[in-house]
């Protein structure tokens, strides 16, 4: 169990108020402005099961805020308000936070008791917790119930995480003996660039010249306007505000719609299918730019001005770097090919585009990029990337990058092959499970579900790589993403794939065997059904066992690889038990 799960299930004092003015439905958080034009960022458990989200400024107006984006996983959510000319709070890089650094927090803790007015904390940074699905910045600064989703600031007064947690001192005494005293967490403001992304598609803008260090009389000062009071009302009355206790599995992070259709101006799929097509066509062709396979025949410097065609300048972003020029990308690229001479880069899989209505000629593109990079003097590079660009369109039709960005999600691993397997064996010897044209449409879904439970495990597929089963599972979900995934709303086909790999180096070892009846009906839309079915599972790793029992509930639609895709699937453990090696 990652960290943030075990602080939420055994320690939990996710730090908002269950209580405002002695309401019991209500609760409270704090959050932070992003932009003039009224987006805000906070813990995504603030707002959790909210039937309406109230944001107070600091000058006392009062404004009711859509849940644009968010992800459970990351504990992060992005709110919008309608309002212009708000302060903004700067983003720094949580990359560069050291131990010992000193932080400011600000935050509206204890409202029932204190009132609605900011609280200052500051401490220092004791210690980076990077074994977590989220990673965590351990602080000592004091966090108490309010301070969820509040700014966390460096020296300069940039913002560096956002505060989320605490140990409670009773809780970890009852669980394991000890007694903790301010260990308090903040989740990386790096984690939250994919919510930030979608507010400033070409990159966070950046101040001209470095930021001093202030005083902390400076940072609130300056700070203080921008940071709002969140009051929360339940859906449920009397519903506790702590975070419910982790799911089996992990969901996979991404972001969920604006609950009002037309509240706030978010990102759409992309639906023209001619579009669609010119925008896949691109993306693959500047993926393959930098091959060294496909421009053999070609000096080096050629292969770099061919590459660097596709952009315009200057980029907003690139990778880590903000605002970058033609000339310093000329220098990145030729370094990288000075450092790997032999690469090879594909598209795995589908193109995913979305639009910002805001920006009509901007387009959002995330895909796979496999990857294999050799030199002479060291061993070969090679895996899979989730990846993302920012498109502008032109009048004649064509296109280039203004941003570009990647999430290393396997490396190391042998190149494989996109599999084209149909079928696998039964666990019981018999013949091979395949979907038939001559069955019914309950018995090839039977078989399809069937396939997808036999997909991940290790033990009946024991001759497949690791890679090969993953991108198997890969093939059962619907095209294009995003769909609903164990609890995460409109989940990308990059964040399960991410997902996907995650689990199985958690869990080296799987067997799952479908037991009981299946249920299967029609769903809400035409040619979609519900399906209903039970899982034995028997996981392992170096250090401990788990087995029990868990019923899915699945949205199967006709079409896909398979003749089926999966629209959405969730999870509930029936039963389970852990042994320790």
């Given at each position: 169990m990652d960290l943030l799960r075990w602080i939420w299930r055994f320690a939990a004092i996710a730090v908002f108020s269950g209580g405002w003015a002695q309401a019991q439905d209500m609760a409270t958080g704090t959050g932070f402005i992003i932009s003039p034009d009224g987006y805000i960022l906070t813990c995504d458990h603030v707002v959790q099961g909210s039937d309406k989200i109230e944001i107070m400024l600091p000058d006392g107006r009062k404004f009711e805020a859509a849940y644009v984006a968010g992800s459970k996983e990351r504990d992060l959510a992005l709110l919008k308000i309608d309002a212009e000319n708000l302060p903004v709070l700067p983003i720094g890089n949580s990359d560069e936070v050291e131990l010992t650094d000193e932080v400011t927090t600000l935050g509206y803790p204890l409202v029932d008791?204190?009132?609605?007015?900011?609280?200052?904390?500051?401490?220092?940074?004791?210690?980076?917790?990077?074994?977590?699905?989220?990673?965590?910045?351990?602080?000592?600064?004091?966090?108490?119930?309010?301070?969820?989703?509040?700014?966390?600031?460096?020296?300069?007064?940039?913002?560096?995480?956002?505060?989320?947690?605490?140990?409670?001192?009773?809780?970890?005494?009852?669980?394991?003996?000890?007694?903790?005293?301010?260990?308090?967490?903040?989740?990386?403001?790096?984690?939250?660039?994919?919510?930030?992304?979608?507010?400033?598609?070409?990159?966070?803008?950046?101040?001209?010249?470095?930021?001093?260090?202030?005083?902390?009389?400076?940072?609130?000062?300056?700070?203080?306007?921008?940071?709002?009071?969140?009051?929360?009302?339940?859906?449920?009355?009397?519903?506790?505000?702590?975070?419910?206790?982790?799911?089996?599995?992990?969901?996979?992070p991404e972001a969920s719609p604006a609950t009002e259709a037309g509240s706030v101006a978010r990102n759409e799929p992309a639906s023209?299918?001619?579009?669609?097509?010119?925008?896949?066509?691109?993306?693959?062709?500047?993926?393959?730019?930098?091959?060294?396979?496909?421009?053999?025949?070609?000096?080096?410097?050629?292969?770099?001005?061919?590459?660097?065609?596709?952009?315009?300048?200057?980029?907003?972003?690139?990778?880590?770097?903000?605002?970058?020029?033609?000339?310093?990308?000329?220098?990145?690229?030729?370094?990288?090919?000075?450092?790997?001479?032999?690469?090879?880069?594909?598209?795995?899989?589908?193109?995913?585009?979305?639009k910002r209505p805001e920006y009509p000629s901007l387009y959002l593109v995330t895909y796979l990029t496999e990857y294999d990079l050799r030199n002479s003097s060291s061993e070969p590079s090679h895996g899979i990337s989730s990846e993302g660009l920012v498109l502008v369109g032109d009048k004649r039709g064509g296109f280039w990058v203004l941003s570009v960005w990647d999430d290393k999600m396997k490396s190391g691993t042998a190149k494989s092959e996109v599999p084209v397997r149909k079928a696998t064996p039964a666990k019981d010897g018999a013949a091979e499970r395949q979907i038939m044209p001559g069955q019914s449409t309950e018995e090839q879904i039977r078989t399809f579900i069937q396939l997808f439970v036999d997909a991940g495990d290790t033990v009946s597929n024991a001759d497949d790589s690791e890679e090969h089963r993953v991108l198997f599972q890969m093939t059962f979900f619907q095209r294009p993403a995003p769909l609903d995934y164990f609890g995460a709303k409109n989940v990308s086909r990059a964040d399960i794939r991410k997902d996907i790999d995650q689990y199985h180096e958690r869990w080296p070892v799987r067997r799952y065997t479908p037991v009981?009846?299946?249920?299967?009906?029609?769903?809400?839309?035409?040619?979609?059904?519900?399906?209903?079915?039970?899982?034995?599972?028997?996981?392992?790793?170096?250090?401990k066992r788990v087995r029990g029992l868990a019923k899915y509930e699945a949205e199967v639609a006709v079409g896909g690889d398979l003749g089926f895709s999966i629209r959405s699937i969730q999870e509930k453990v029936l039963k389970s038990s852990t042994s320790r090696k």
């Open positions: 008791e204190l009132g609605a007015d900011v609280s200052v904390g500051s401490g220092t940074i004791n210690a980076r917790r990077e074994n977590t699905a989220t990673p965590l910045l351990q602080m000592d600064v004091t966090l108490n119930p309010g301070n969820s989703g509040g700014p966390v600031f460096n020296q300069q007064g940039e913002v560096i995480g956002v505060a989320a947690s605490k140990l409670d001192p009773v809780a970890t005494y009852s669980h394991s003996g000890n007694l903790s005293e301010r260990v308090n967490f903040a989740i990386p403001i790096n984690e939250g660039r994919w919510l930030i992304r979608r507010v400033y598609p070409l990159g966070f803008p950046k101040a001209a010249a470095p930021a001093p260090v202030l005083t902390k009389k400076e940072i609130v000062a300056r700070s203080k306007p921008a940071v709002v009071l969140i009051v929360v009302l339940l859906k449920d009355a009397g519903s506790s505000p702590v975070p419910p206790a982790a799911p089996a599995r992990d969901a996979a023209d299918p001619e579009l669609r097509k010119s925008i896949g066509d691109f993306v693959r062709r500047f993926v393959k730019s930098g091959n060294s396979t496909e421009h053999s025949d070609r000096p080096e410097d050629d292969t770099i001005e061919n590459e660097l065609g596709y952009y315009k300048f200057p980029l907003g972003s690139y990778f880590d770097r903000e605002k970058v020029s033609e000339g310093d990308l000329r220098e990145i690229i030729t370094r990288f090919h000075s450092k790997w001479p032999t690469r090879t880069f594909n598209v795995v899989g589908e193109v995913e585009i979305e009981g009846k299946f249920y299967i009906g029609p769903a809400q839309d035409p040619g979609h059904y519900r399906v209903e079915y039970q899982v034995e599972f028997d996981v392992c790793n170096s250090t």
